[in-house]
């Protein structure tokens, strides 16, 4: 069994505290983001990969070809729900309307 010190374990603690603030204004800044950016709701390349079942490689091609407009946000990449469904009209396909309405796109 290990002991420590009352100060020693208070200062620990305010430690891990603080680690834990760090998280939770990081992930209360990424809910904010992915909920929503001008009003409409944020994916991100796992998001879209699983939408077009296409690779994150391929994903990247579209990006550099420009077919898919996307948005950096903090190092991250976005794709806004509507540029999606857009993109995927382009291309003939049309998006189920359950998935519509997960995204908040109106059928």
Known sequence: MIQIDR???QMMLQKIMERFDRIEARLNR???QTAAFEGDKLLDNQDMCELLGVT????ARYRQKKLVTYYMIDGRTYYKASEVE??????GKV????????LGIQP
């Open 95 to 102: 998006l189920p309307a359950k998935i519509k309405k997960e």
């Open 30 to 32: 990424m809910n904010r």
């Open 56 to 59: 994150k490689r391929t994903l």
């Open 86 to 91: 857009e993109f995927l009209n382009r291309k």
């Open 7 to 9: 100060e020693t374990f």
